[in-house]
């Protein structure tokens, strides 16, 4: 008798939990069944507008000296004097090093001694040619050798100013390759030398925007290192060829200022505006589901979402242009598509 109690108890026991969790099943099934779905979704609307947008490129690049040249031998020899020292501001023509030149001045003086003679000797066969003394082909002797001479005495006088480095350009000196004393060979790098009275700022502008440029182009620049400053410059090279990304290099010309001097290599911030545009339409680019080639927004219509597919142009960074796929006046939605899809019931808050 007890273990049928027994038995009948552990039965009851068991029903009772297979009771309660059937029930807390049913509690689970039916809260994931319970609908998230609103009746509508609340959105804000633009209106799409005739409008001409001042539009602007914002770019950012890198500041390259003007011009940078870099000294090289023209004669071999001993250095004998140097004059250029790191940070060093040098003018055009002024002497960076001298070469031992003693040799080279003996071979002017030889040369000078041979042509003055020679055009004495030339001015004599030209007497007796006049004469009938000498044949003309004595005389075309003379004319040749004093030519020779002369060709000589040019070399010899290049070579003796090779001799004496000077600077091609205004610039400083940013880098000494020798030291006096120092013995070269012709083409041995003596210095380097920049021009930073301007400055060129290389950028790479996309071929979406590179058409809407052009040469002189007045440009906007501002440096990290002087905030609230800004320099003034122009478009001096586009380039006709883009590389693999389609990308374009620009640069613009800006002066050094005094007052607030830049230096090769810095970095800047670059507004190119751009000419105002024709009345057209835009929406704003909040609006834009998919991509500019395969665009498309939701239009209100009747308390109701409407997918519209519709090709864009150029735009800013607000706006962006329609071309076709909508009309002046439609409303497209700018905000809560993510709840959006196809005739969803709307309701407008702005």
């Given at each position: 008798m007890k273990r049928t109690i027994i038995i009948i108890i552990a039965?009851?026991?068991?029903?009772?939990?297979?009771?309660?969790?059937?029930?807390?099943?049913?509690?689970?099934?039916?809260?994931?069944?319970?609908?998230?779905?609103?009746?509508?979704?609340?959105?804000?609307?633009?209106?799409?507008?005739?409008?001409?947008?001042?539009n602007?490129?914002?770019?950012?690049?890198?500041?390259?000296?003007?011009?940078?040249?870099?000294?090289?031998?023209?004669?071999?020899?001993?250095?004998?004097?140097?004059?250029?020292?790191?940070?060093?501001?040098?003018?055009?023509?002024?002497?960076?090093?001298?070469?031992?030149?003693?040799?080279?001045?003996?071979?002017?003086?030889?040369?000078?001694?041979?042509?003055?003679?020679?055009?004495?000797?030339?001015?004599?066969?030209?007497?007796?040619?006049?004469?009938?003394?000498?044949?003309?082909?004595?005389?075309?002797?003379?004319?040749?050798?004093?030519?020779?001479?002369?060709?000589?005495?040019?070399?010899?006088?290049?070579?003796?100013?090779?001799a004496t480095i000077t600077s091609p350009i205004n610039g400083v000196v940013t880098k000494k390759s020798v030291e006096q004393g120092e013995y070269i060979n012709i083409g041995s790098p003596i210095a380097t030398i920049v021009d930073i009275s301007k400055l060129k700022i290389k950028l790479n502008v996309s071929e979406a925007n590179v058409y809407q440029l052009k040469l002189n182009d007045k440009a906007i620049i501002t440096t990290d290192v002087y905030p609230g400053v800004?320099?003034?410059?122009?478009?001096?090279?586009?380039?006709?060829?883009?590389?693999?990304?389609?990308?374009?290099?620009?640069?613009?010309?800006?002066?050094?200022?005094?007052?607030?001097?830049?230096?090769?290599?810095?970095?800047?911030?670059?507004?190119?505006?751009?000419?105002?545009v024709a009345k057209a339409l835009y929406i704003p680019r909040e609006s834009l589901l998919g991509s500019i080639t395969e665009a498309s927004v939701y239009v209100a219509e009747k308390d109701r979402a409407i997918l519209k597919k519709i090709i864009v142009g150029s735009g800013n960074d607000k706006y962006i242009k329609v071309i076709s796929g909508l009309k002046e006046g439609e409303e497209v939605i700018v905000n809560g598509q993510i709840n959006l899809s196809e005739n969803k019931a709307i309701k407008i808050v702005n």
């Open positions: 039965l009851v026991v068991l029903a009772l939990i297979v009771f309660r969790l059937s029930t807390n099943y049913k509690k689970i099934n039916a809260n994931k069944n319970v609908s998230t779905d609103l009746a509508y979704v609340s959105v804000n609307v633009f209106p799409v507008s005739k409008m001409s947008i001042n602007s490129l914002q770019l950012t690049g890198y500041m390259e000296a003007y011009s940078e040249i870099d000294i090289a031998a023209e004669a071999q020899g001993t250095i004998t004097s140097l004059n250029a020292v790191l940070g060093q501001e040098k003018s055009k023509g002024s002497i960076i090093a001298t070469i031992d030149d003693k040799l080279k001045k003996l071979a002017v003086q030889t040369a000078s001694i041979s042509v003055a003679k020679l055009k004495k000797d030339l001015e004599r066969y030209n007497n007796l040619y006049k004469g009938g003394t000498v044949t003309e082909q004595q005389l075309n002797d003379a004319q040749n050798s004093y030519d020779n001479a002369v060709i000589q005495l040019k070399q010899a006088e290049k070579q003796l100013a090779d800004t320099f003034e410059g122009n478009i001096s090279f586009i380039s006709s060829q883009g590389d693999d990304s389609h990308n374009y290099p620009v640069e613009i010309v800006i002066s050094n200022s005094s007052k607030y001097p830049l230096k090769s290599g810095t970095f800047a911030n670059v507004i190119i505006k751009l000419p105002v």
